[in-house]
């Protein structure tokens, strides 16, 4: 904690009550995150009171049941919009990078990332960037600690076991594009993409991803704020993020 993030946390608890940010306090003290499943044991930060779920129903969270049906149903359009990125603007595509590593079998368009949309992306995929603007960007859903993008995994792609930072975000996809052999695990449960439709599973679980098929799969994928989290846990846990990222040198 530095006197900046000291100063937005006291601004809230004067907003919303001393008690509005126990949580985010109990996960800062040490062991604060110390009781977790065994399967999230490699995440960093564990905000403590969240249900430890790995996989989530995409249409039982009333709060982001709207973003799963408006990009359900506008799956078509960005299928075919994704489709003509990929074949004519092959260089808007990036290695994806975490915190872990840069994959260059793993490829991505960003929608959003580093608190905003990502504008020059409008052109290339419309109806996902309007969708993701209107019911995840301007709602304030989406965590903007994190990011919006099209996943492509190129053909015999393996995204390692591993388990993300922390378990305040949920990470939503939209099968846009699923040939035959990918597989999606959390927490030791695997699943497979239904193209058109929403999967919803908890990150800070170790998971992993495969495609053993011959062609590219890919989903649109947000970062969403848990939809367990409060108003005012999400207001904190963005300047404490925030300013541990400045302070390590990070975007």
């Given at each position: 904690?530095?006197?900046?993030?000291?100063?937005?946390?006291?601004?809230?608890?004067?907003?919303?009550?001393?008690?509005?940010?126990?949580?985010?306090?109990?996960?800062?003290e040490p062991g604060g995150g110390k009781d977790r499943h065994p399967a999230q044991k490699a995440a960093k930060w564990i905000l403590p009171g969240l249900s430890p779920t790995p996989w989530h129903d995409p249409y039982?969270?009333?709060?982001?049941?709207?973003?799963?049906?408006?990009?359900?149903?506008?799956?078509?359009?960005?299928?075919?919009?994704?489709?003509?990125?990929?074949?004519?603007?092959?260089?808007?595509?990036?290695?994806?990078?975490?915190?872990?590593?840069?994959?260059?079998?793993?490829?991505?368009?960003?929608?959003?990332?580093?608190?905003?949309?990502?504008?020059?992306?409008?052109?290339?995929?419309?109806?996902?960037?309007?969708?993701?603007?209107?019911?995840?960007?301007?709602?304030?859903?989406?965590?903007?600690?994190?990011?919006?993008?099209?996943?492509?995994?190129?053909?015999?792609?393996?995204?390692?076991?591993?388990?993300?930072?922390?378990?305040?975000?949920?990470?939503?996809?939209?099968?846009?594009?699923?040939?035959?052999?990918?597989?999606?695990?959390?927490?030791?449960?695997?699943?497979?993409?239904?193209?058109?439709?929403?999967?919803?599973?908890?990150?800070?679980?170790?998971?992993?991803?495969?495609?053993?098929?011959?062609?590219?799969?890919?989903?649109?994928?947000?970062?969403?704020?848990?939809?367990?989290?409060?108003?005012?846990?999400?207001?904190?846990?963005?300047?404490?993020?925030?300013?541990?990222?400045?302070?390590?040198?990070?975007?």
């Amino acid at each position: 904690m530095t006197p900046e993030t000291e100063t937005v946390f006291e601004a809230i608890r004067a907003e919303f009550g001393a008690a509005s940010l126990a949580r985010v306090e109990r996960m800062l003290e040490p062991g604060g995150g110390k009781d977790r499943h065994p399967a999230q044991k490699a995440a960093k930060w564990i905000l403590p009171g969240l249900s430890p779920t790995p996989w989530h129903d995409p249409y039982a969270h009333a709060e982001l049941a709207p973003v799963v049906h408006a990009l359900e149903a506008g799956h078509q359009a960005i299928k075919r919009e994704l489709d003509a990125a990929w074949a004519g603007h092959r260089a808007a595509f990036s290695d994806y990078a975490h915190y872990l590593t840069r994959q260059e079998d793993w490829q991505a368009l960003h929608l959003f990332r580093d608190g905003a949309l990502v504008e020059e992306s409008a052109a290339l995929a419309p109806t996902a960037h309007r969708v993701v603007r209107e019911t995840a960007v301007e709602t304030e859903k989406i965590c903007p600690l994190l990011e919006c993008h099209f996943s492509t995994l190129l053909p015999g792609a393996v995204i390692a076991p591993h388990c993300d930072l922390w378990n305040f975000s949920i990470n939503l996809h939209l099968a846009v594009d699923i040939p035959d052999g990918c597989r999606l695990t959390v927490a030791g449960e695997t699943r497979s993409w239904e193209e058109g439709r929403c999967l919803l599973f908890d990150y800070s679980f170790e998971h992993e991803a495969r495609n053993e098929g011959t062609r590219p799969r890919t989903c649109l994928l947000l970062d969403l704020w848990h939809p367990e989290t409060t108003v005012p846990e999400r207001r904190a846990l963005t300047a404490l993020f925030t300013e541990i990222r400045r302070l390590l040198g990070e975007s």
